[in-house]
């Protein structure tokens, strides 16, 4: 994970296995996600109470190249890759302005 001055995101670059546990720092991410599909997904899950299993936040997985939002509490993530190769990924805070 890298902090980019006020925003929080993590990127992969042609990965093609899900990747080990991050950190979100909670709220409203973007995630964009292109791949070689062959029939296989792209998730984002989130690390459960129990310590050792995580469980999907998305509303659908990826199976094509796509854009999707999702807000999030604070915690431990994965991006689970079943399937797709050459994955390329960003999940990136969306910062709202505030207004006067």
């Known amino acids: 994970m890298s902090m980019q001055g006020y925003y929080d995101q993590v990127t ?4 093609s296995a899900s990747q080990s546990g991050f950190k979100l720092l909670g709220g409203t ?7 070689t599909w062959g029939g296989g997904s ?13 469980v999907s936040v998305l509303s ?3 199976t094509a190249n796509a854009f999707q939002t999702v807000s999030v509490p604070p915690g431990t ?11 390329y990924a960003d999940i990136t805070s969306v910062i709202s302005a505030a207004g006067p």
């Open 29 to 35: 991410y973007g995630i964009t996600v292109t791949a």
């Open 60 to 62: 659908s997985t990826f």
């Open 77 to 87: 993530y994965q991006l689970t890759v079943t399937t797709a190769t050459a994955v």
């Open 42 to 54: 792209v998730d984002l899950k989130k690390l459960s109470a129990d310590g050792s299993t995580y």
């Open 12 to 15: 992969y670059s042609d990965i």
